[in-house]
């Protein structure tokens, strides 16, 4: 058989059709392939990518690979990037691998990215006839007595077949001999003894030996066979060979004991005497492996523990023993020792992918990493629970073949937390129980989902009027916490209180620094006050922005001096170089008594506030006490009755001055 076979409806098939189309949302799948041993590096498996449901052109984007926690077993295997075909990458011996265990299968898991999923594989190792029947001797010695009876029977020593199954089912067989024959006795736990059985009486003065050939022969196709000489010397008494108590001794032992431990005794008795009832105790046909596990006392039959024994290296160690007496006659016996499991190993837990970093708007149920945990004791010993430690927005999902999916239980946020750390803890079932951890990191990128916000939702900047142009007004400052080019800032101008076209002429902003400036100077006497807005707008795509009204004020100076409407300027002022001009002038009657109106100074000041505060006073006058002005209502009015002796013609001039600093004034006749 060359290659992976799926088990099909008539054939090899590994799973329904109807499991091809898999939905890489569930739970992982599990694939099966049988192959037998012995194939060469390079042998097909199985169309592996075309199982999972990718075609060719899905390979680069998904990325299947193999992975495992025992390294051991995913050396036998690799997949191509091409095609996705599973294929052998290096010799399988099921002996090996697997021992004398009835099933032989290794285990793995293949992984595809985009999305993250994990499917269990399983390649099971079929035997083929690739071991002959061995017997431990090159010869087998006999010594049977010349007075022993026909029919007496002789225990053999058993070929050992490293083989399973109908692969190591053995047959024997004895070259022909008058004087004997072949008997095969079948053991309680089905094992086949061969036994040499007397056909007539021996004399040892006619023929003192005999030399004959045992056959072994297994159930392969082509069969396999191995051959033992075993030579039979006639002696002149021992007619007893030793007999076993038990034709199978079993024991039970603990992993781990110490070396030199006693595991059982095993006892044989021999009614001869003398030499010929003096027994001692050996291995029969047994591998190397159990000779450095096990020793047997010759003498006592007490079988020791001779090395560490491993329940996870083997659970159960069958062999036989032989017992030997002075004359060369021998009696067998199968031992079986099962070894009792420890709870000696803690769960093993492997990252087998991790998709990091997930950006922040990952959906929940988002697979983040892939984890494999193994256990290599049984039962509860073997039996893990994995769970993960530590306040996180994550969670563990238990998969087939003790993997696990660790996926997004809830929204992630970059601003609140940009690395999540959490402990996957393993714990088996064990008394005591083991325990393992891991730390696993996961780093969250940033997606723009924060738009700039402003220090303050309105700001207001005072400016003093006949400003330089390009003076600075204020600085506004929005924050955004997204990262890179989600949080850079820059400011623009998005209209005011004149329009978005006119904004751009009283001010500009710098657009990294969010700083403003005046464009030109500014006249209170013009415009006290407008708005303008600036819009924050960060650099991701697409990108986010906000606004911030900014209120500009413009503060009064003291620019403008009063102007007297009445008396008229033209009444009272003369261009130079340009004949004067005509003063105003009022009658007043000769019986005017004191506090009479003569006049009244009307004036005006474009400032505001203290600067446009006017006070009146005279500071020239023919008569000075003749006339008075008020300080506030600029009224001009006599200070005394007039006389005769009074100028027909009196001249006044008045000044009229504002509050600011400096004051600015202008005089009036």
Sequence with gaps: MVGGQRRRAGGRVLLPALLLGLCWRAAAERLRYTIPEELGRGSLVGPLARDLGLSPADLPTRKLRLASAAKRQLKYFTVSGENGNLYVSERLDREEMCGEAASCSVSFEALVQNPLNVFHVEVAIQDVNDNSPAFSKAALDLEINEFTSPGARFPLEMARDADVGSNSLLTY??????????????????????????????????????????????????????????????????????????????????????????????????????????????????????????????????????????????????????????????????????????????????????????????????????????????????EVSCELSGETPLSLLSSSGGSYKVVTASALDREQAAEHRVTVVARDRGRPALSSQMTLVLEVSDVNDNAPVFEEAAYSAYVAENNAAGAPILRVLARDPDAGANGRVS??????????????????????????????????????????????????????????????????RNDNAPRVLWPAPEAGERVPGSTPALEPFEVVPRSAEAGYLVAKVVAVDADAGRNAWLSYELVQASEPALFRVGLHSGEVRTARAVSERDAAKQRLVAVVKDHGQPALRRCRS
Excluded: M
């Design 173 to 382: 067989q004895l070259t022909d001999n008058p004087a004997f024959t072949l008997a095969v006795k079948e053991s309680t736990v089905g094992k086949k003894n061969p036994e040499l059985v007397l056909e007539r009486a021996l004399d040892r003065e006619k023929q003192s030996s005999f030399q004959l050939v045992l056959t072994a022969v297994d159930g392969g196709n082509p069969v396999r066979s191995g051959t033992v000489q075993v030579r039979i010397n006639v002696t002149d008494a021992n007619d007893n060979a030793p007999v076993f108590t038990k034709s199978v001794y079993e024991a039970r032992v603990q992993e781990n004991v110490p070396a030199g431990s006693l595991v059982l005794q095993v006892r044989a008795t021999d009614a001869d005497a003398g030499s010929n009832g003096r027994v001692s105790y050996s291995f029969g046909n047994v591998p190397d492996g159990v000779r450095a596990l096990f020793n047997v006392d010759s003498e006592s039959g007490e079988v020791w523990t001779a090395g560490p024994l491993d329940f996870e290296e083997k659970s159960k160690h069958s062999f036989g023993l032989e017992a030997r007496d002075g004359g060369g006659l021998t009696g067998h016996c199968e031992v079986h020792i099962d070894i009792t499991d420890e709870n000696d190993n803690a769960p093993e837990i492997t990252i087998l992918s991790v998709s990091s970093p997930v950006p922040e708007d990952a959906p929940a149920g988002t697979v983040v990493a892939l984890l494999n945990v193994k256990d290599p004791d049984s039962r509860e010993n073997g």
């Design 491 to 556: 400011y623009w101008l998005a209209g005011g209180s004149a329009g978005a076209a006119d904004a751009a002429t009283y001010v500009s902003v710098e657009a990294r620094s969010g700083a403003l400036y005046a464009q030109r100077s500014f006249d209170y006497e013009q415009c006290r006050e407008f708005a303008v807005v600036v819009r924050a707008q960060d650099g991701g795509e697409p990108a986010r922005s906000s606004t911030a009204t900014v209120r500009v004020f413009v503060l009064d």
